[in-house]
């Protein structure tokens, strides 16, 4: 788990009444921007304190957008485990399944696909996940997804 954020400070911030899911900035909410700086202590400090796991915002969307397109595999398991909306699209990445895809997170994708994750979604610049994978050099899971059903 790598950090170099302050998470004393903002639980010290959270403590004192700052709410967790204020909206604004480049990021969209504290979550997103903890995750796009790889602050996954500060992450799932937020999520304890009650941050909202499926609020849109901001450069990657949803939360798990941003762990999925930065390789936070840990976090991603915590958002999913916290309710988190796989499906969910962005502008830019679509589903956080295209957006792990398209930043060769091969290990999420298989995450994110063996939690019921729609293969099949279009949106974003990748239109689709497989299109996402094509494109990127990642080599498709397609067993895990027979295995699946989906």
Do not use: C, F
């Not at 009650?50 to 941003?66: E, F, I, K, R, S």
């Not at 840990?74 to 499906?87: P, V």
Request: glycine share 12%; aromatic share 2%; charged share 20%.
């Amino acid at each position: 788990m790598r950090s170099k954020g302050h998470p004393d400070t903002a639980e010290l911030l959270i403590n004192k009444g700052a709410d967790v899911n204020i909206q604004g900035g480049e990021y969209g909410t504290a979550l997103h921007a903890a995750l796009s700086k790889g602050h996954t202590d500060i992450a799932e400090l937020l999520i304890d304190k009650g941050a909202d796991v499926n609020v849109q915002g901001g450069h990657y969307g949803t939360a798990l957008h941003a762990a999925s397109s930065k390789g936070h595999k840990d976090i991603a398991e915590l958002l999913i485990n916290r309710g988190a909306n796989m499906n969910v699209q962005s502008e830019k990445y679509g589903t956080a399944l295209q957006a792990a895809l398209s930043k060769g997170h091969k290990d999420i994708a298989k995450l994110l696909i063996n939690n019921g994750a729609d293969v099949n979604i279009w949106g974003g610049l990748d239109e689709a996940a497989l299109l996402a994978a094509s494109s990127r050099g990642v080599r498709a899971t397609l067993s895990s997804v027979q295995r699946h059903g989906n």
